[in-house]
């Protein structure tokens, strides 16, 4: 039965002129349906009085207030004449009678009124049922109060609570109500937790810091905190820096040293572990990475300078074809000439070792001068007059033993004709004389016979004729 039903149920009934007893159907009045009000079923004339006693008693004080007839007098009639004949007592029935007639039974009378009185002491019953006692903590906040939802989210929501995703109820929102329940909400709370260098963003009940520390299972023992552990954490939430207390072995000077901390850096590290850096000093890992638990630092010395050299540009090589030369001779015709750069080098020393030098600035100097070299087109010939009947190979024999790789035991000559290096060069050939062709070694042999005779091979030279 809702409280909207509670509210019409006053002493001239529902709106207009229509009374409670009519709205509810008693028997006796206009538009009543039946002899029953609701659950309330008649026996004996106003019910069981342990079920009604309110209806039973109230009846009782009606009849005891109702007004009484007037006795009429014993002897005569009402204006004093004589009794007619027959008698007094049959004066008294006739009177008895029409006091009957005119005058409805008490009981009769009062019914509906009682009727009315049992209907709303079981409205209020109702009423009484319906409404529970709760206490609804929010936040730690607790108040108790009265309220006819069914159901935990029906409750929030007749209260004004809005609950998020990140808020916590207890009991559930979908859980039935009874009277002297108790139903908590916490709500969620944003933090953006930097722990140990990691920023995370975590949502949490509590109200402090402390108590956010502990929901969350972060060990805060010899920790540093950004903020006191007492601090609220308003529905707004907040930024926290949590440095957790840390094992690092610091290696320094051939030393090891190692240290509790909760360090923002490894520079701090260091420097708690008592070693000062001086200069160019660094650590094996950067000194503004966070130090990490079980993380060994090696502390670097570091001693410098700068060098300045001059060093040569090597000049570059151009060659152009020539006709009048023989195939395979090159004539240079501008010698090259190496160029100078100024380099600036970094010296740096790293716990007594000398590391590579690195360049830092460079200079030219002197520019490179480009060497011209002429390179022989025209074709070999393939015999020269008068020397082509000469004993090749009998000189080849004596000078070789007749084998084209042949070289002399200082390195000086070889081939089949045993040249050097330089008189190999000057008729025209590359490379070295015992790595070039039979034909070629032959045909440089008759070019250099043409130039000079046989005063190239002073031993064996006769044998080109014998």
Aim: proline letters at 8%; charged letters at 25%.
């Amino acid at each position: 039965m809702s409280s909207s039903q509670y509210q019409t149920y006053g002493p001239t009934g529902a709106a207009g002129d229509t009374t409670v007893a009519e709205s509810v159907g008693v028997a006796g009045f206009p538009g009543a349906t039946g002899t029953s009000c609701g659950d309330f079923e008649p026996s004996d004339g106003l019910g069981h009085p342990d079920t009604y006693r309110p209806a039973y008693e109230a009846a009782r004080v009606v009849e005891a207030q109702a007004p009484t007839e007037p006795r009429l007098p014993r002897q005569g009639q009402p204006d004093g004449t004589p009794p007619a004949p027959g008698g007094r007592a049959e004066a008294r029935r006739a009177a008895r009678r029409k006091r009957t007639a005119e005058r409805p039974d008490p009981l009769r009378r009062l019914l509906p009124q009682a009727l009315v009185v049992a209907f709303l002491a079981g409205g209020t019953s109702a009423f009484v049922a319906n409404d529970k006692a709760i206490e609804l903590s929010v936040d730690g906040k607790p108040r108790t109060l009265h309220t006819f939802a069914d159901d935990v989210g029906e409750l929030l929501a007749d209260e004004g609570v809005d609950v998020g995703t990140h808020d916590v109820v207890a009991p559930a929102p979908g859980t039935a109500l009874t009277s002297g329940d108790e139903v908590a909400v916490r709500h969620g709370r944003p933090v953006h937790l930097t722990l140990d260098g990691q920023r995370h963003k975590v949502w949490t009940t509590a109200h402090t810091v402390d108590g956010a520390l502990r929901q969350l299972g972060v060990r805060a023992e010899g920790a540093y905190l950004s903020t006191s552990r007492s601090q609220r954490i308003g529905r707004q939430g907040l930024a926290l820096d949590v440095r957790t207390e840390r094992t690092v072995t610091i290696m320094a000077d051939g030393r090891a040293r190692t240290i509790r901390t909760n360090a923002a850096s490894v520079r701090e590290a260091v420097e708690e572990a008592g070693i000062t850096l001086h200069g160019q000093d660094t650590t094996s890992v950067a000194p503004g990475s966070f130090p990490r638990d079980g993380q060994t630092v090696t502390v670097m010395r570091v001693t410098g300078g700068r060098e300045v050299r001059d060093e040569p540009i090597p000049f570059e090589v151009r060659r152009t074809q020539d006709p009048l030369l023989f195939r395979g001779t090159e004539v240079v015709e501008r010698a090259g000439q190496p160029g100078a750069r100024r380099v600036t080098y970094a010296l740096r020393t790293v716990n007594g070792v000398a590391e590579k030098p690195r360049p830092l600035d460079s200079e030219v100097v002197r520019e490179p001068r480009t060497q011209l070299v002429k390179v022989g087109t025209k074709p070999h010939p393939t015999s020269f007059d008068g020397v082509d009947d000469l004993n090749w190979s009998g000189l080849a024999a004596c000078e070789s033993g007749g084998r084209p790789q042949a070289v002399d035991p200082s390195g000086t000559y070889g081939g089949l004709y045993q040249f050097d290096t330089r008189t190999w060069h000057s008729l025209g050939g590359s490379g070295r004389p015992q790595d070039a062709s039979v034909a070629e070694q032959t045909f440089r042999a008759k070019k250099l016979y043409v130039r000079r005779g046989a005063s190239p091979w002073p031993h064996c030279g006769g044998r080109l004729r014998g």
